[in-house]
Structures are given as structure tokens and as C-alpha cells.
């Protein structure tokens, strides 16, 4: 069973940066595509990058030139390297693994930036 768990989030003024870090556990696979999404309050859960086995990443409109999302060779770990944080950007993020019929996410984490 995959497990995931976010870390990283926190408060960061408008302008700075911060990693996430997402740490996969129980069978990841290297042709999953992995990938953030963020959802904030009183809003649908949205995309914000992915990456797949092959490397191939893709990012939300809002966050091209900003965001950058990485892994590890071994698929242990994917990171979501934010720059140029925007109030806007304030939302829980989440973690997702997807492989065929197999779809996990992670708890969550906070991110807060503020003005």
C-alpha cells in the first residue's frame, strides 16, 4: 500500500521560497506520475505540478517560472521547489501518486504567505 507524508510547508513572507518534500513508502512504482495539487479554503483542489517516470513535468499556468518539481532516481521522494511566493499561493498542499488503478494522497501540508 503507498504511503505518503508532506513536510515542508510553513509561513514565508510574499517574494520568498520554500521546499516541500514528499517521502513514498509501500511499493512506489517508477512508471507512476507523481505530482502536488493545493486546494485553499472555500476552493476546489487544483493541480499544481506533476512529474512522471519518463520526466515529463507539467505545471499549472499560475506557477510556470516559480515552481519546480523534482525526484529522486529511486522514486523515494518527489519536491515541489517554490520561489517567488505569492499570497495567493496559501493553501493546504497535497501529495498524489497515481499508477494505473492505484491512486494515493498524502495528510497534507500548510503553506501560508503573507503580504
Not at 510556470?64 to 496559501?90: C, H, V, Y
Not at 494505473?100 to 501540508?109: I, K, M, N, P, S
Amino acid at each position: 500500500q503507498v504511503q505518503l507524508e508532506e513536510s515542508g510547508g510553513g509561513l514565508v513572507q510574499a517574494g520568498g521560497s520554500l521546499k516541500l518534500t514528499c517521502s513514498g513508502s509501500g511499493g512506489i512504482s517508477s512508471l507512476s506520475t507523481m505530482g502536488w495539487y493545493r486546494q485553499a479554503p472555500g476552493k476546489q483542489r487544483e493541480l499544481v505540478a506533476t512529474i512522471t517516470g519518463h520526466y515529463a513535468r507539467n505545471y499549472t499556468e499560475s506557477v510556470k517560472g516559480r515552481f519546480i518539481i523534482s525526484r529522486t532516481t529511486n522514486w523515494s521522494a518527489i519536491f515541489l521547489q517554490m520561489n517567488n511566493l505569492k499570497p495567493e499561493d496559501t493553501a493546504v498542499y497535497y501529495c498524489n501518486y497515481k499508477r494505473l488503478t492505484v491512486e494515493a494522497w498524502g495528510q497534507g501540508t500548510q503553506v501560508t504567505v503573507s503580504s
